[in-house]
């Protein structure tokens, strides 16, 4: 027979083992919220700097697609952000991947504005080498402002590359593979904008739960 004191310890134990793993799900699920919300936050306050702001009266966050084109935009899908002012579109923001880093996929921001300029680049993630390849960094050097107002017509086509491959755009003392890689993947996304042309605005936004859930990765 088991006595009453061992029992009584048992359940204990076991309230305290219900009460635990009750209060780490919690707290996992005010983590996931509140990590969301600070990157919607981040990517709002990243896609404010590369478009007309000043003229968007859309959420982008709300008007999102999901695209595929992995040979140009280096990832199975791709988000696409729609950015609209008085019921014109103003530019489309798409978050590529550069497959070819030196150390990794690097994860970038593309706004191209609807006369098919570049409102700005940004890079999201990385794993470049400090001092080197991370030099592709806005809070390292101001290298990425180049991308700027540029098209596929200004520098031409031919020119889409770094200066040490007889292009445009300035590479790196040292560390050329980087900014060739970033180079290749904003010109392949205006090649993939240029081919989509409206529809990227026509298309209807994804359902809000399945954006929420894309948010919060
Ligand atoms: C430890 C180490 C880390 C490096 N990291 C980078 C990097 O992040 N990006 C890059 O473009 N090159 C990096 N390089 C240099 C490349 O190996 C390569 O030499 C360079 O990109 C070629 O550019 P260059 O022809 O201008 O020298 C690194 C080299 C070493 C040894």
């Known amino acids: 027979m088991i006595k009453a004191p061992v029992l009584i310890a048992g359940f204990i134990l076991g309230a305290f083992a219900v009460g635990g793993v009750g209060l780490v799900a919690v707290t996992h699920q005010l983590t996931e919220e509140r990590i969301a919300a600070n990157e919607r936050e981040a990517t709002l306050r990243t896609l404010a700097a590369i478009v007309p702001h000043e003229r968007m009266d859309n959420d982008p966050l709300q008007d999102v697609i999901e695209v595929s084109d992995p040979d140009l935009l280096g990832a199975e899908s791709t988000r696409v952000y729609r950015i609209r002012g008085g019921g014109e579109p103003l530019a489309v923001v798409l978050n590529p991947v550069v497959p070819?880093?030196?150390?990794?996929?690097?994860?970038?921001?593309?706004?191209?504005?609807?006369?098919?300029?570049?409102?700005?680049?940004?890079?999201?993630?990385?794993?470049?080498t400090p001092g080197l390849g991370d030099r592709i960094e806005i809070g390292k050097?101001?290298?990425?402002?180049?991308?700027?107002?540029?098209?596929?017509?200004?520098?031409?086509?031919?020119?889409?590359?770094?200066?040490?491959?007889?292009?445009?755009?300035?590479?790196?003392?040292?560390?050329?593979?980087t900014p060739r890689a970033v180079v290749k993947a904003v010109k392949n996304t205006l090649i993939y904008v240029r081919q989509e042309g409206a529809a990227l605005y026509d298309r209807p936004k994804m359902a809000s739960a399945t954006n929420q859930k894309e948010e919060s990765r």
């Open 100 to 128: 070819d880093g030196y150390a990794g996929p690097i994860k970038l921001l593309v706004s191209v504005l609807s006369d098919g300029t570049l409102g700005g680049v940004r890079v999201l993630s990385h794993r470049e």
């Open 141 to 177: 050097s101001d290298w990425v402002l180049g991308f700027d107002g540029k098209s596929l017509g200004d520098p031409p086509e031919a020119k889409w590359k770094v200066k040490r491959d007889g292009g445009a755009f300035d590479q790196f003392a040292g560390a050329t593979i």
